[in-house]
């Protein structure tokens, strides 16, 4: 028979692949959470000795926890808008152990924004299969449907997922290219933005007024010129484990932030971060001395 303190310390070991699970299919580091708080509140109420395979159990579990909380957004609009943009991990862009251990579990940004787009169905069946390895036959039950029918809403997911940009090349080359996009935006440098930014650049701009998607580089070239004088104090730093810039104004008040995604030595993709309400709710990196 499991005693109390066996069954939290088994819980406890299975805790960080759970939260994995629910931030990936959620995007929220608070809903992951309360998602696995409500899976130990679940498995305390369970009789453990009808349970032959605990970490089978509470992925089922996290699972239908998970999905009914994506089809109650979809059912309340307000709730998805808000989400629109998922949780970040803002760290100063260092490479030390404590570093790497809070990236080693994060999700780059362009894939989670375009998760959240998916249907909940789509989205829970693609994270439980191709990131989780969970087999068809498990998730179809999770879903309400079959095994046949979870491995299509797989397939679909991961159609609109394949065209995400990815970044490419190891951190120090991704690293450069930023830099080299900083460099160049500071100084005016509209020969060196045309050379690091990729033709085909797609931009996600979220500002006070909402969400705004373009494609190319003229408007993000176009927004270096307007932006020309303006006293930001901008610094690299490291958005879900991917170089971005973070930009404060003169009395510390962050006033953007940038995840950038970087391909062949090429900006591909870029999240920004306007809004104050925003900004301002996030943990983000202190500003430089001086500042």
Not at 222 to 244: I, K, Y
Request: aromatic share 4%.
């Amino acid at each position: 028979m499991t005693t109390e303190s066996q069954l939290a310390e088994d819980f406890e070991q299975q805790r960080p692949r759970l939260l994995a699970l629910a931030y990936r299919v959620l995007g929220s580091g608070s809903d992951a959470e309360d998602a696995v708080q409500e899976a130990w509140l679940r498995l305390s109420r369970q009789d453990v000795d009808t349970i032959d395979n605990l970490p089978g159990w509470l992925t089922t579990v996290i699972s239908r926890i998970c999905i009914d909380t994506l089809r109650s957004r979809a059912a309340r609009p307000e709730i998805s808008t808000d989400l629109d943009l998922p949780d970040l991990v803002v760290t100063d862009d260092r490479d030390t152990p404590e570093d790497a251990a809070v990236l080693s579990d994060s999700v780059g940004l362009a894939l989670l924004v375009v998760l959240g787009s998916l249907r909940p169905d789509e989205r829970l069946a693609f994270v439980l299969h191709d990131m989780f390895a969970v087999p068809f036959a498990e998730i179809g039950p999770i879903v309400g449907k079959s095994a046949d029918a979870a491995k299509m809403l797989a397939s679909r997911a991961r159609r609109k997922v394949q065209d995400v940009p990815t970044p490419a090349g190891d951190r120090r080359a991704q690293r450069e290219v930023v830099d080299a996009f900083l460099a160049a935006a500071q100084d005016g440098d509209f020969d060196a933005l045309v050379r690091v930014l990729d033709p085909e650049v797609t931009w996600r701009r979220h500002t006070v007024r909402g969400l705004s998607v373009t494609t190319g580089a003229g408007d993000v070239i176009e927004a270096v010129r307007r932006g020309r004088g303006a006293r930001v104090t901008a610094r690299r730093v490291l958005v879900n484990g991917e170089p971005g810039i973070l930009g404060w104004g003169p009395t510390g008040r962050p006033l953007s932030l940038m995840a950038c995604t970087v391909r062949n030595g090429r900006l591909v993709g870029i999240v920004s971060i306007t809004d104050p309400v925003r900004l301002g709710g996030m943990e983000l990196p202190e500003p430089p001395d001086g500042v």
